[in-house]
């Protein structure tokens, strides 16, 4: 489990008073500022509340989607070992299966993750036919208790568009329906869901509501489902819900209209109920925190919701009532010294605890800004970009081409999406319904241009060209980023950054924008390495299908991504205390010398000359590892049989076990001075070094499978990049001769020691988990962005590679080479969270809320400006977690080389780093250093494009977000602001000390 901080624990201890001094409504609301590990306190509530209960605790985690389900169902299960965590996992992700599936078995604990939209079949606006297993289910469980309504509404009423699979699905289902109870609490549940009296009939109720037009085919499949899933929650009897960012499905703590949503969500809130739920709500912006004039209006009511959202809290009955009226009298005399300017005056204060005494029995908030090192000036750092001829040329193309209904739509189009006429595509009615207009003298990409790694120009797009100057293709070439304590100087390519290379979190407006920036940085990449050194004139499409590390009679490959334990175990390049590289090289020779004359091997001038790979087979069988080695790289084998490029790897395995076989008794000079270079700069030594300080079994018996499937299957299939080959290999050298030298010059092993400290920490993975962690990270394949041509038919499109750079959407343009599912966004976000590529990110809102970007990435772009100080607050949030890359910078900065001094003997120095920050830079809350850390500041960018609203836009609403808070509760808020803001004395500082403070930790005496 992750430790508690103070200020964490302090929350835990009010989130579990709330639920045991009030029994009916035990509602509570955590509301941390963003990155501050809301999951994590929802993890230790669970722990507590399991211990000493004598059943199983039984919980609903519920979150607007399945891939932040999946990314913080871990967190929950880390109360439990981790060989226990499947007992107590339920893999059934909707509540309409639930009551047809096996359940969790753990004595302890039960969890189950779900998502409104999956598992709440009739909700407003949220009308569906299910997946075609609850369908099936439905059609089994319909067969056995009311067979005549097939009669009626045909045989294929629950079938709907599945066909491939449906009747197996049924055939499956039809086991399960046999089951006797399950098919009564069924048969009782829709009798609810109908409303039926005791001795009314189902088929007659559902033909006059058919007849009266109130039930089709759809609406009987939604209820059928609604059905299932409140039989499942009566069935399961959750002891505690987790509304995870429930903003996005606020609805849950309105009052229900719709009877049959009601029975499902209100089951889920415990109304009616004498032994409800506990409520556990998690949500960094969970009411609107800022509306605009016309936004009121309009009817969307800031102050409403928070209000309304105070009363559910409270339970809704009449003392909740009570409470929410009392609350608004409070903010009421608040807002009175408000309008003043005077938010410090002793009214306002009193006004304000009386604020915080009424909302902090069911709130919680805690904000970075409390701490002195957290308080931040968002600044943020215009790039120019300027506008070219070529981008005008741009817009009269555009413009032209949509009609007259949509082209009033062109320039916002224009100036977010890069070439709009060939990215975006059918999702936008304003280019399905365009015409063709004439393209003679507007800049294209064409498939022509892609074939011979033609660009254009000009990039015909000010805030690309401004991404590229950020991201210059010279610098995404390299195959990892730098660690931020790097053991010794970087040399080669890294040392010749002007700085160290990022990774970049892009935002934008509009769907085409992500797959437009991942499509044309990917392919400026390929075009400036390849282009000008495709002296074969390779293909585009060869680029990818021809392999430069495929094991096909490369016996070198073997010894270069070995994870060899007899050089793991013999060497460690931290032993010599120094950054010095010469100093460094003498003492891993020094010790492996040592380790091969332990194994009565010399070395000698007329020994006989042997690779590499030879010598390490033999060195393993001496040293009594080759039979479990052997063994593992068999079973690597035949795992990957299948794959074409390693269909060589059989014999090479063949001749390896051949040379095992032979003795060594002596070394020539030159080959043990080569063998000291693998057991500094081999990849595959690298990684079993680097898994060994955080698993000892890391290359022993039984983690050498694991740890080489990280290094083959992952490091290798990486590495087999041309973009890699063309900056890294100089002339005349082979490639596995340049990986060696690289994995020394960019100092690969201190990157993948911080990498799976880091993942150790956020994830809470040991062991094998870790290898297997970097092998996936590393695994991610080249995504595809199909371009519509601007000459001749626009439906015959090409595609484009993404790869440095990918599209974080949920859209089917995103396609795997060779025919494969779309890469999922967990994917990316695995892939992007390591120090490998994509280095850039391009998304919209779906990144905006409740992900982690911040790993190793520590820079936000503002392609387009959000319109709302909080949705500012959560795109920072993806990069301002705990550990982040900025904070990691500042703590390698201040402690780095002190740890490394101090560092013990087969230690991490990341672990070092932390055990000395921790003991040197921590504070009383426990926010320093891992959340605030002084120098530790992310990097933010927006794009300043002559004429642009951004600049000015974005100026507007760093002021703005200084002063919302204080508006928190408050009608008429942007008038306030103005108010606040017009008033000389309401310095930042003010500010700061005059917002309502929900921080169970800061609030405390003292």
């Known amino acids: 489990m992750t430790p508690l901080k103070p200020f964490q624990e302090a929350t835990v201890r009010s989130v579990l008073a709330a639920f045991r001094i009030r029994k009916r409504a035990r509602r509570f609301l955590v509301a941390d500022e963003v990155g501050l590990g809301k999951t994590v306190v929802a993890q230790h509530v669970v722990r507590q509340m399991a211990e000493g209960l004598g059943r199983p605790l039984v919980v609903f985690y519920m979150c607007s989607n399945l891939a932040i389900a999946r990314q913080n169902r871990r967190k929950l299960l880390e109360i439990l070992p981790a060989t226990e965590r499947g007992e107590a996992d339920c893999p059934i992700d909707r509540l309409s299966l639930l009551p047809a599936s096996e359940r969790p078995t753990h004595k302890t604990f039960h969890l189950y993750s779900l998502t409104p939209d999956t598992s709440i079949p009739i909700r407003k606006r949220h009308r569906r036919d299910g997946r075609q297993e609850e369908r099936a289910l439905v059609h089994a469980l319909v067969e056995q208790v009311w067979p005549k309504l097939f009669d009626e509404w045909g045989k294929d009423v629950f079938q709907g568009s599945a066909s491939v699979n449906w009747k197996y699905n049924v055939k499956a289902q039809r086991n399960k329906a046999t089951k006797i109870a399950l098919r009564e609490a069924f048969k009782l549940s829709v009798r609810q869901e109908f409303n039926l009296a005791p001795y009314q009939q189902l088929l007659p109720e559902l033909r006059a509501r058919y007849d009266r037009g109130e039930l089709d085919g759809l609406e009987l499949i939604s209820h059928l489902r609604n059905a299932l899933a409140a039989s499942a929650v009566e069935e399961v009897k959750p002891d505690l819900v987790i509304f995870d960012e429930f903003q996005r499905f606020r609805d849950l703590i309105e009052p229900q209209q719709d009877e049959a949503a009601q029975r499902v969500i209100g089951r889920l809130r415990g109304d009616e109920s004498e032994n409800p739920p506990a409520l556990l709500l998690l949500s960094a912006t969970p009411y609107r925190m800022f509306t605009r004039r ?78 002195d090192d957290g308080w931040d000036h968002f600044e943020t750092q215009p790039v120019q970009a300027p506008v070219a001829p070529e981008d005008l040329t741009i817009f009269k193309h555009l413009s032209r081409s949509f009609d007259d209904s949509h082209r009033p739509n062109a320039v916002p189009y224009w100036t977010s999406i890069p070439l709009p006429m060939q990215t975006m595509g059918n999702h936008y009615l304003a280019w399905k319904s365009a ?37 210059p293709a010279s610098e ?40 437009a920036i991942a499509a044309t940085l990917s392919f400026n990449l390929e075009a400036e390495r390849l282009g000008r050194n495709n002296r074969n004139k390779m293909a585009y499409e060869d680029v990818s299908r021809r392999k430069l590390l495929s094991a096909t009679e490369r016996h070198p490959l073997l010894g270069l991504f070995h994870p060899s334990p007899f050089l793991v175990k013999a060497t460690d390049p931290l032993e010599a205390r120094s950054c010095d590289f010469r100093v460094i090289r003498r003492e891993v020779r020094r010790q492996l010398k040592k380790a091969i004359s332990c194994l009565d091997i010399t070395i000698r001038e007329d020994a006989p000359s042997l690779p590499v790979w030879k010598i390490l087979a033999r060195v393993e069988c001496q040293a009594g590892n080759w039979w479990w080695v052997s063994s593992g790289w068999w079973n690597l084998r035949r795992e990957i049989a299948t794959g074409e490029h390693d269909a060589g790897l059989a014999q090479l395995l063949t001749d390896w076990d051949e040379e095992a ?109 870790l290898a297997h962690e970097l092998r996936d990270g590393l695994t991610i394949k080249s995504g595809r962005f199909s371009f519509h041509p601007l000459h001749g038919n626009r439906d015959n499109t090409f595609s484009l590679r993404c790869h440095v750079a990918l599209p974080f959407v949920q859209s089917r343009a995103s396609a795997l080479e060779g025919g494969e599912k779309p890469i999922r966004t967990d994917e990316m976000r695995r892939a992007f969270n390591t120090p490998f590529w994509p280095y850039i990110l391009a998304t919209t809102s779906v990144g905006q809320e409740g992900l982690d970007f911040h790993a190793w990435c520590d820079t936000l772009v503002h392609w387009d400006l959000c319109r709302n100080p909080v949705d500012l607050e959560q795109r920072e949030g993806r990069i301002q977690r705990f550990g982040g890359l900025s904070v990691r910078r500042a703590i390698a900065r201040a402690v780095g080389q002190e740890a490394l001094a101090e560092r013990l003997q087969g230690e991490s120095p990341w672990a070092r780093i932390a055990a000395i920050a921790n003991e040197t830079m921590t504070d009383e809350s426990g926010l320093a250093p891992w959340w605030v850390c002084k120098d530790g500041k992310v990097t933010r960018y927006v794009f300043d494009v002559p004429t642009s609203e951004q600049k000015h836009w974005l100026q507007w609403m760093k002021e703005q977000r200084l002063l919302y808070r204080l508006a928190l509760g408050q009608p008429n808020q942007e008038d306030l602001i103005e108010i606040l803001s017009g008033k000389a004395g309401v310095t930042p500082e003010t500010i700061r000390h005059a917002v309502v403070n929900l921080s169970p930790w800061f609030r405390k005496p003292g």
Not at 317 to 341: N, S, Y
Not at 439 to 451: I, K, Q, V, Y
């Open 476 to 515: 995404l070439a390299i195959p990892w980023l730098s660690p931020t304590a790097a053991w010794w100087p970087l040399r080669g390519t890294w040392k010749n950054q002007e700085q160290p290379l990022r990774k970049l979190l892009v935002f934008s407006r509009f769907r085409a924008v992500p797959q």
């Open 435 to 471: 015409t063709t207009a004439d393209a003679n003298g507007t800049p294209l990409l064409s498939e022509a241009m892609r074939d011979r790694f033609e660009i254009p120009d000009v990039w015909p797009h000010p805030r690309l060209r401004a991404l590229q100057a950020l991201a």
């Open 294 to 371: 016309w936004e009121e209006s309009a009817g969307t009511s800031h102050r409403a919701e928070f209000f309304e959202l105070v009363e559910f809290l409270y339970g809704g009955d009449v003392e909740a009532k009570r409470k929410r009226k009392h609350a608004e009298e409070a903010f009421l005399k608040l807002e009175t010294e408000l309008r003043k300017g005077e938010p410090t005056s002793a009214d306002a204060q009193a006004a304000r605890a009386e604020v915080e005494n009424l909302l902090c029995p069911v709130i919680s908030r805690t904000e970075r800004a409390s701490h």
């Open 661 to 769: 076989e032979r003795s060594l008794d002596s070394i020539k000079a030159a080959n043990f001075e080569l063998l000291v270079d693998y057991a500094l700069g081999s990849p595959g030594v690298a990684v079993g070094r680097a898994l060994l300080r955080h698993w000892p079994g890391a290359v022993d018996e039984d983690g050498f499978a694991s740890t080489l499937s990280a290094t083959w299957n992952g490091l290798r299939n990486y590495l087999d990049q041309r973009c890699f080959y063309s900056l890294i290999r100089k002339s005349n050298e082979y490639y596995t001769d340049a990986i060696l030298r690289a994995v020394v010059e960019g100092n690969l092993e201190a990157v993948l020691d911080e990498h799976l400290w880091l993942i150790s920490q956020l994830q809470s993975l040991s062991e094998a988990e």
